[in-house]
């Protein structure tokens, strides 16, 4: 079963730093491009960042210099480290590849 899962999300303060992970399985994932992306309350889903199947990355300009999107092959997960966080940030952080889409992970940034 072709799957993706997200966790790492949580409440914390501006300035500070969380790590998601996105756990895939049942595809060749050392293949595959993956997103990330994300989704504030009343807003439409915006691109946060990409990471190819050889490690090239890719950041959307509000995320550049903060965030970092790497990949581990050996364990099947891709990671999204956030700095520096701000209210902004503040969304529903979604992995994606292969036209999939995990549940998601809810990251809030306090002021």
């Known amino acids: 079963q072709v799957r993706l899962v997200e966790s790492g999300g949580g409440l914390v303060q501006a300035g500070g730093s969380l790590r998601l992970s996105c756990a895939a399985s049942?595809?060749?994932?050392?293949?595959?491009?993956v997103d990330w992306y994300r989704q504030a309350p009343g807003k439409q889903r915006e691109w946060v960042a990409t990471v190819t199947s050889s490690g090239n990355t890719n950041y959307a300009s509000a995320t550049k210099g903060r965030f970092t999107i790497f990949r581990d092959n050996a364990k099947n997960t891709v990671y999204l480290q956030m700095n520096s966080l701000k209210p902004e940030d503040t969304a529903h952080y979604y992995c994606?590849?292969?036209?999939?889409w995990g549940q998601g992970t809810q990251v809030t940034v306090s002021s």
């Open positions: 994606y590849t292969e036209s999939i």
């Open positions: 049942g595809f060749a994932f050392s293949r595959s491009y």
